[in-house]
């Protein structure tokens, strides 16, 4: 028995995550969202089948996911930044307002309850869905992106919200620039270079927001040293990071060979499911 765990049950949890690792990498390079949308709902079954409390369960799947989507996110941004794709004008305007944002999600993270980061991912990720499924021509905000103090309240929100959501910032970023007449390829390749500004702060913000939790729950294994760093786990970030890294540049091939209305729909879908799952979650208190 090891962390409460038989053998055999810690084999599934590895396979589990490696699996996920492959498909986080593959998901963060065709829809730029750092892979976070798949992590957490995964993290968060193997976490629950590993007895983690549910008080800090979901902030220990979004520090995690965050630590994961570092170098996924930097690899997935390189191959996309090679293609012309990144919008790097935004990037100069939005990189200190998302810092902003990040600092304040950690400091939020510390002391918030455990149902909050559940109520964020859902709202934004089935915004962001219906948007995607049911697009219409109609359906913007304006015909580019905003100039001034609510470009800068955007990027705030972008840093605020991923770090709640343990994602890279493209749920959000990505539902923005769309309402605003940009292409979702370039909606896509720009998110993947917020991603790397996000999951860095955001990682060590959830380490910092997690460090009394090994002391309140000290006869949890998965939240002690060396298993983890505050509401970073080091043994989920090592199974998952390799595979991601491999799968993350075939998701940008096929980002890329998408058609842009393709690549709306799957984005939708996808949200749609992640986000019902946290929904029975709330229902159920699970």
Sequence with gaps: M???????????????????????????????????AILVPVFYECFRIADVPLEVRMPLCVGTSLAVIIPTSIRSFRAHYKRGAVDMAILRVWWLPILIGVVVGSVVARF??????????????????????????????????????LMRL?????????????????????????FYSRPIHQAVATSSALAVLISIPGALGYIYAGWPAAATYPGVAALQAPFALGYVSLIGAVLVMPMSLVTAPLGVRAAHAMSKRT???????????????????LLGGQ
């Excluded at 149902?115 to 913007?140: C, D, H, N, P, Q």
């Excluded at 799957?266 to 499911?273: E, K, M, T």
Aim: net charge neutral; glycine share 16%.
């Design 263 to 281: 690549l709306e729909m799957a984005f939708g879908f996808y949200l749609l499911i992640v986000g019902s799952r946290f929904v029975l979650s």
């Design 154 to 178: 955007y990027g705030v929100c972008v840093g605020l919200l991923s770090t709640l959501m343990g994602i890279g910032g493209g749920l959000f970023s990505n539902l923005l620039m769309t």
């Design 112 to 149: 918030a309850p455990e149902r909050l980061f559940k109520i964020v991912f859902v709202i934004v990720a089935w915004s962001a869905a219906v948007r995607l499924i049911f697009a219409r021509e109609g359906w913007k905000l304006g015909d580019d992106l905003p100039k001034g103090p």
């Design 2 to 36: 090891i962390a409460g765990l038989d053998i055999k049950e810690i084999v599934e949890l590895a396979l589990l995550l490696i699996a996920t690792g492959a498909l986080s990498g593959f998901l963060a390079g065709v829809f730029g969202i750092g892979g976070g």
